[in-house]
Structure formats: structure tokens, C-alpha cells
């Protein structure tokens, strides 16, 4: 009976978690553009930007989610596939409204309801078994099984036309056309058609189909008069960009040269070449296509954060300085860009550019809590420096952000007894310390 209520509840949390082994990756000017897509739309929805991010997700399937607290993620084939920012906000404004209706935090009022009715099915099933009728107990068992999924599904279905609902509300609200979102659906009712998805009993989904998600929200999207906005032109562009950059650097060299090839010579093309020639192991070619981006456009931080960063992973750190620098300043010291730099200036091995290093990286961690790469860059400078204690500070910062415990914990004692007591770093090794430890214990308790 246990094998099968875990087998039960497996199949409901494949349904409702996401798959474990994505990556993330980032990108300043992905995460720009993602900032300025959502911002109208997260305040529509009674949110705060400062805390709702927009993630992008290395997977090639066409999809985005929510899985707890306020972070939408969005998978990079959604990117592929969505041919304008627009349909892009309608996917988001969808995802904001799992968050504003804490669809995740209610997720046990759909799972506690099937469970029971397979539980009690479980129950009288087993007991007809024991009676000497096991065919009929099996059947039993079956009907229970099927009846909880059919309910667990039911309920996914409406918070999914609940989040579409609200998603068209926001958009409305924010006066940003509903156009794109459905423009998406279509694409994706043509995907399933593309696929042979005909034919199928729409209640043994987890989604409404698309037809039916077009159907509720069409009226609702055309009679606002947010339907006749004009796209953002400034979006639009920088969102062709970043596809193209995407493009790049997740499909194979040969797909992204099919896509763009050499008689390609618009800003896209560049920037899509870029990325494949740097990742295909061609530095001279990579580095060709950035300098045609930066002659279109000296000023542009991302045009020189690709020249610089061509230049510093081909072996050229000290080169790699000045665009990067010019990249840092252009791009209001974002701390990916500024995490980069940082990185050219310690790969010079030039210790006089040591202590412009440790600003810049201190800058970055202190602006950026999500970026365990500029920790360790910061732990490298110190080393250098012979800055024994602060150098084990940036590696418990690192380690207690990756989930390294043991690492977070002697890295933060060692800090502890040799920094002043009571000074700025010093409480904070303590709480790395005094935080791992924590959950290192609680993690004993668990086994």
C-alpha cells in the first residue's frame, strides 16, 4: 500500500515541480530586458519589482513557471520560439498571476483532495482483497488512482485559466497590448497540432488546450483599449538582440551560421556569430564579429562586454581591460559586466591592478546576491594580496551560496579568529558560521 501511495504522490509532484537538473544562466543584458519587460506588468499585478525577478532557464522546451516565492523563470526555448517581447510579457504576465494568486503556496489544497479520495480507495481496496476478492480490489484501486489525478488535474486546469485571467487583467491594466499572448497560443495550438496533438481528452490535462485558452481570453484582451497599444520599439529591438545572442551561445555553430550566415551583416547576426565562433574555439573570428558590434556602436556596454570578454577567455586579459572598464561604466557598474571586469584585472596578473579588482568585486557582491562567480574572484584578489582572513570570508560567502555547508563553516571559523573582532566582516563570518551550522544540524536531524 505504501509503494503505491508513494508511486501516486510521485506522479502528482512530477506534475507540479520542476525538473531539478536546469540551469540557470545569466546575462546583464537578458536580465535588463527582462527588468524592463515585467516592470509594468509587476506592478499591475500589486507586486514589487525589487522583488520579483525574471529568470532564464538553459532548457529548449517552450515553457516558464513559478516554483515558490516571487521568481518567474522562463526557459531559453520559450525565447526561440516567441518571435516578439510582447508575446514574451504575455507569458510573464500569466506567470505573475501564480504569483499574485500564491497558486504555489496553495498547491496542498489540489494534492491533499487526491490523495485522500486514493488513499480510501487504497483502503477499500485492500480490504476486498483480503475478503478473497482480488480482482475486484484491484479495480478498486485503479478507480481510486485515476479518480485523485482527474481531481488533481481539474484543479490545475483552473488555476491555469485563473492565472491566464489575471495575466490579461494585468496587461490591460498596464496598458501593454494582449496581442502577444495570444499570438503565443496560437503558436503553441500550432505546435500541437504540428505533433499530433489532436484529438485529446482535455481533461486528462494539466493546462486548458490552446483553443480554449484563446477562446476565454479573446473578447476580454480585444475590448480593452490596451489592445491597440503600440509595441515598445526600444523592447522590441533589445529583445531581437538578446534572441539572437541566445541563439548564439545555446544552439550548435552550424545552426546558429544557418540562421545567420556570413552575408548576414545586421547587428543581429553579429551578435549571434559572436557567441558561436567564441563557443566553437574561433577567437579570431569571435573577435572580428565584436569589433564590427563595437564599431556600429563604441558606446554600447554589451558590444564592448562581449569584445572584453572574447578577449579575456582567449587569453588576452590585459587587452581585455579597457573595453571591459567602458563596459562597467556604460552599464551603470551592473555586477555581471563589473564581475567580468574584475576577473580581466586579476588574469593580468598585474598586482598593481589588484586593489582596483577588490573595489570593483566588492561593488558587485554588494549589489548583486546571486552571483557565487564574483565571490570567488573576490577570494582570488585577496589571496593574492595575502589577505588570508578575507579571502576565507569570500569563500564562505561562495560556499554558503552553493550550498557547500562544511566548506561555509570552516571558511567562516577561520575568518572569525583572525578578523578584528566585532568589525563589519567579522559579524558577518559569524553569521555564515552560526547559519551553516544550522542547517548542517537540521540536515543530521532529517536522516
Known sequence: MKRLVAAFALSIMALA???????????????????QMSTPLVKAAGLSPRDVRVVLINDDSINAFVAGGQTVYVHSGLIREATTANQVQGVIAHELGHIADGHVVLADAGTKPALGVTLLSMVLGLAAIAAG???????????????????YLSFTRTQESSADAAGARYLNTAGISGRGMLEFFKRLQGQEYRYGYTNVDPFAQTHPLSGTRIANLTDTLQAAPAWSAKPDAALEERFRRVKAKLLGYTATPDETLRAFPVTDQSIYAHYARAYAYHKAGYPDKADAEADALVEADPADPYFLEIKGQILLEAGKPAEAVAPLRAATQGSDANPLVATTFGHA??????AGRYPEAVKVLRAAVGRDDDNPFAWYQLGTVYERLGDAPRAALATAERASMT??????????RYALANLAP??????????????????????????
Open 133 to 151: 476478492s482480488g480482482e475486484a480490489g484491484a479495480g478498486i484501486m485503479a478507480a481510486g488512482q485515476q479518480v485523485g489525478m482527474n481531481k
Open 17 to 35: 515541480q520542476p525538473a531539478a537538473a536546469q540551469s540557470i544562466l545569466r546575462d546583464a543584458e537578458t536580465e535588463a530586458m527582462f527588468a
Open 422 to 447: 566585532n568589525s563589519t566582516d567579522w559579524i558577518r563570518a559569524q553569521d555564515i558560521s552560526m547559519t551553516a551550522q544550522n542547517d548542517l544540524d537540521d540536515k543530521k536531524k532529517r536522516r
Open 345 to 350: 584585472l586579476i588574469a593580468t596578473d598585474d
Open 403 to 412: 550550498g557547500d555547508t562544511r566548506t561555509a563553516i570552516a571558511s567562516a
